[in-house]
């Protein structure tokens, strides 16, 4: 059988990671020969979660078309988020939690996007569906994806299935989900060692807007202050990798998890739809968000929707 990889989306966050391996090991017990890979290096968080249920890191990847003819995307769709050649590539298979847009195929394809928290989510539901027992480690790996995803339930993308699945998963992995995933989120904010570039790429989307490229960076801390004491820097690095990758607009969301509030920091134009997308004025390009912490839900259809307006 011809070998496929797995993959989810560029800047790999723990769902992007741990989806790849779990449904990779779902369809490899379903008779696929598939692999796991990742489309960018590890944050601190996931290799927290890889460390602790003792799973080895995914192979990075640049392009695929040299390995592989066909592959399976996890935890995105939009191919400007994808590997670089996916265009060249046949996708026989997606799981997802996104909206879904900038996404065609020549050939009929699985497709299986849900409205919950995380593709884990998602994945979990495939094994009970498959009658395939989840492993105690890989059952670890998506508890966490789950609650990093949903930020231990505090995110307003938190679903009842997403509870449900955490504390099946809790119990498969005999792991405490609340001790467990305090300490994991907060493994996530250890932000001193990390360079400029590594803040706004480390957890990044891009999205098409009506013809303009706006990219979404959240970085989650305990200390919203530790966070822009670097503003200046920060600025510094986004005008640059706006420059190189072609951005018309870059939004940071630095979020503080102990209290679910976020700090939005605006850079490039055209800033007056953030302004109108949040009803707020910004002051010296940031604009305080408070009860905000998904990119998902509370930024990005803002968004979309004043530049399609």
């Known amino acids: 059988m011809t070998k496929q990889l797995v993959f989810g989306h560029q800047s790999p966050d723990t769902d992007a990671v741990v989806a790849a391996k779990a449904f990779s090991y779902l369809q490899n017990k379903l008779g696929f020969d598939t692999e796991a890979v990742a489309l960018g290096s590890l944050s601190e968080e996931t290799k927290f979660v890889l460390d602790y249920f003792n799973e080895p890191e995914p192979r990075i990847i640049e392009t695929a078309k040299n390995e592989v003819e066909s592959v399976m995307l996890v935890d995105h769709n939009e191919f400007q988020q994808s590997v670089s050649d996916i265009a060249d590539l046949v996708v026989t298979d997606v799981v997802d939690h996104h909206r879904i847009a900038n996404f065609t195929t020549n050939m009929p394809l699985n497709f299986r996007s849900e409205a919950v928290g995380c593709s884990s989510t998602v994945i979990w539901k495939m094994f009970n569906e498959n009658g395939i027992e989840i492993p105690a480690n890989i059952a670890g790996l998506m508890m966490s994806a789950i609650i990093s995803d949903t930020l231990l339930f505090k995110s307003p993308t938190t679903t009842p299935v997403d509870v449900e699945a955490t504390k099946a998963l809790s119990k498969i992995s005999n792991t405490d989900y609340n001790v467990y995933g305090l300490d994991m989120l907060k493994a996530g904010t250890n932000l001193s060692s990390k360079t400029e570039e590594e803040l706004i790429n480390g957890d990044a989307k891009s999205f098409d807007m009506a013809g303009k490229t706006v990219r979404v960076a959240q970085v989650n801390t305990v200390d919203l202050e530790e966070v822009f004491n670097r503003e200046a820097a920060l600025v510094s690095a986004i005008e640059a990798d ?61 968004l979309q929707t004043v530049f399609e307006a």
Do not use: C, H, W
């Open 242 to 302: 706006s420059k190189t990758n072609n951005y018309d607009l870059f939004l940071l969301l630095v979020t503080n998890i102990l209290d679910s509030d976020s700090e939005l920091l605006v850079v490039g134009e055209p800033k007056e739809m953030v302004e109108k997308a949040f009803n707020k004025k910004l002051v010296a390009d940031k604009l305080s968000l408070p009860g905000v912490v998904s990119r998902k839900k509370q930024v990005v259809p803002q």
